[in-house]
Nanobody, 127 residues
Framework: QLQVVESGGGLVQPGGSLRLSCAASGFSLGDYAIGWFRQAPGKEREGFSCISKNGGRTNYADSVKGRFTISRDVAKNTVYMQMNSLKPEDTAVYYC????????????????????WGQGTQVTVSS
């Protein structure tokens, strides 16, 4: 069964850090790009970061650039999202997803490119 599973969410104070994990099973990271999306209450789901099939290209939305870092461990078949300097507006359910991509060195942050969604993990930034 092909799936991705997120973990690592929780409650953190403003300015704090969290690291999310996205474990892939049933496929290898070379088969799909991996994207991170989030959905805050009352808002649409937004894609904010992705990493290409070969790991050579990463993309970030302006809202997280400079604070969040995507990485991967091929041996563990896992993608990580290191989130620093967290703000209350980062509060959301965070999802990882396997993204279709015609090129091994590119990734597109679009829900239309998602093949598999994870179940989501809650991140709450509050004092």
């Amino acid at each position: 069964q092909l799936q991705v599973v997120e973990s690592g969410g929780g409650l953190v104070q403003p300015g704090g850090s969290l690291r999310l994990s996205c474990a892939a099973s049933g496929f290898s990271l070379g088969d799909y790009a991996i994207g991170w999306f989030r959905q805050a209450p009352g808002k649409e789901r937004e894609g904010f970061s992705c990493i290409s099939k070969n790991g050579g290209r990463t993309n970030y939305a302006d809202s997280v650039k400079g604070r969040f870092t995507i990485s991967r461990d091929v041996a563990k078949n896992t993608v990580y999202m290191q989130m620093n300097s967290l703000k209350p507006e980062d509060t959301a359910v965070y999802y990882c997803a396997a993204l279709r991509s015609p090129f091994i060195g590119l990734c597109t942050l679009s829900s239309h490119m998602v093949n598999y969604w994870g179940q989501g993990t809650q991140v709450t930034v509050s004092s």
